[in-house]
T-cell receptor, first 111, second 112 residues
Framework: AQRVTQPEKLLSVFKGAPVELKCNYS??????LFWYVQYSRQRLQLLLR??SRESIKGFTADLNKGETSFHLKKPFAQEEDSAMYYC?????????????FGAGTRLAVHP | DSGVTQTPKHLITATGQRVTLRCSPR?????VYWYQQSLDQGLQFLIQ???????AKGNILERFSAQQFPDLHSELNLSSLELGDSALYFC???????????FGEGSRLTVL
C-alpha cells in the first residue's frame, strides 16, 4: 500500500530550537518525496523535494530508504516557520503518478 | 499568486443537497487534482485528470464525481450531501503528472 505517515499532529518549539518534522512512507517503487507548507491564510505550496537536495528557508530533508523516512529538519526555528507542513509521496500506480499526502504536522514556534 | 482559481470560496448547504465546485488551473497546466481536507484527516486525494481524461482515483465516494472540460477547467460534483462531507476542497494543477502541484485557495463546504 502507498501511504505517508506523519506521526505528530502538533510540534511546539521555542525560537532558536532545532526542529524535526517526521515523515515515513510506504511504497514498493522508487519514491519521490516532497514537503509542502501552508502558512496562515496562504495557499499550500511546495517547500522542497528530495530530488533537488536543496535547502529552502533553512530546511533540509534527506531521503532514508532504509528507514523509509523523509524527515524535515531545521537547526534553528524562527517564528515565521509556524505553519502546517505536509509530507507527500509521488506514487506510480495504474500507469500514472499521483501525489499522496500525509495528515500534516502543525509547527508552532514560540518567542 | 499561483493562478489556480476555485469557486465558490464558501458554500453552506443542507444534507441531501448537491453542489458543484469549480476549478480553473494555471494557464498551460494540463493536470488537475482534487483533494479533501477534513479536520483530522489531512489532505485526502480524491481524483486526478490530465487533459480531459481521468488519470487516478483516490478515496472518492460514489456520491462524488468530477470531470475536466476541453478548456481544462474542472468541476467536482458532490451529491446527497451528508454532514461528514463538510470540509475544505482543494484543487491543484501541474504541467504534468510528475511536477510540482500548485494549489488553489480551496472551497469550504459546510453541510448543515
Amino acid at each position: 500500500a502507498q501511504r505517508v505517515t506523519q506521526p505528530e499532529k502538533l510540534l511546539s518549539v521555542f525560537k532558536g530550537a532545532p526542529v524535526e518534522l517526521k515523515c515515513n512512507y510506504s511504497y514498493s517503487g522508487s519514491p519521490e518525496l516532497f514537503w509542502y507548507v501552508q502558512y496562515s491564510r496562504q495557499r499550500l505550496q511546495l517547500l522542497l523535494r528530495h530530488i533537488s537536495r536543496e535547502s529552502i528557508k533553512g530546511f533540509t530533508a534527506d531521503l532514508n530508504k532504509g528507514e523509509t523516512s523523509f524527515h524535515l529538519k531545521k537547526p534553528f526555528a524562527q517564528e515565521e516557520d509556524s505553519a502546517m507542513y505536509y509530507c507527500a509521496l509521488s506514487a506510480f500506480s495504474g500507469g500514472y503518478n499521483k501525489l499522496i499526502f500525509g495528515a500534516g504536522t502543525r509547527l508552532a514556534v514560540h518567542p | 499568486d499561483s493562478g489556480v482559481t476555485q469557486t465558490p470560496k464558501h458554500l453552506i448547504t443542507a444534507t441531501g443537497q448537491r453542489v458543484t465546485l469549480r476549478c480553473s488551473p494555471r494557464s498551460g497546466d494540463l493536470s488537475v487534482y482534487w483533494y479533501q481536507q477534513s479536520l483530522d484527516q489531512g489532505l485526502q486525494f480524491l481524483i486526478q485528470y490530465y487533459n480531459g481524461e481521468e488519470r487516478a482515483k483516490g478515496n472518492i465516494l460514489e456520491r462524488f464525481s468530477a470531470q475536466q472540460f476541453p478548456d481544462l477547467h474542472s468541476e467536482l460534483n458532490l451529491s446527497s450531501l451528508e454532514l461528514g462531507d463538510s470540509a475544505l476542497y482543494f484543487c491543484a494543477s501541474s504541467a504534468d503528472s510528475r511536477g510540482e502541484l500548485f494549489f488553489g485557495e480551496g472551497s469550504r463546504l459546510t453541510v448543515l
